[in-house]
């Protein structure tokens, strides 16, 4: 079945770095877009970042654009989240999630997700 394991959270300094891997398995991982996702404390779950299959279509969230970079290695199975200069407001759990192409791509839906892996930004 397919696996999603995120690592990296933990806790960072404002201003800081820090990046968040995903690695999956059971899947052909080229044959599916990724995206992470966050939840923050007492918030619904909210869209962070998508990178298409082969890396050529990549959105941002307009709260994170300019300061997170995502980026896969199909090579490896990987899908990365690179945070920059983190805010307390980027304090949340983050989940990366696949997206089948075709008709789940058409229909914007994830049909797997991981665990999730906590990020704590100090101020």
């Known amino acids: 079945q397919v696996q999603l394991v995120e690592s990296g959270g933990g806790l960072v300094q404002a201003g800081g770095s820090l990046r968040l891997a995903c690695a999956a398995s059971?899947?052909?991982?080229?044959?599916?877009?990724l995206a992470w996702f966050r939840r923050a404390p007492g918030k619904d779950r909210e869209f962070v970042a998508f990178i298409s299959w082969n890396g050529g279509l990549i959105r941002y969230a307009d709260a994170v654009k300019g300061r997170v970079t995502i980026s896969r290695e199909n090579a490896k199975n990987t899908v990365y989240l690179q945070m920059n200069s983190p805010e307390p407001e980027d304090t949340a759990a983050y989940y990366c999630?696949?997206?089948?192409?075709?008709?789940?791509?058409?229909?914007?839906?994830?049909?797997?997700w991981g665990q999730g892996t906590q990020v704590i930004v100090a101020s």
């Open positions: 059971g899947l052909t991982f080229s044959n599916y877009n």
């Open positions: 999630a696949a997206q089948s192409l075709g008709v789940n791509a058409l229909l914007d839906k994830y049909e797997d």
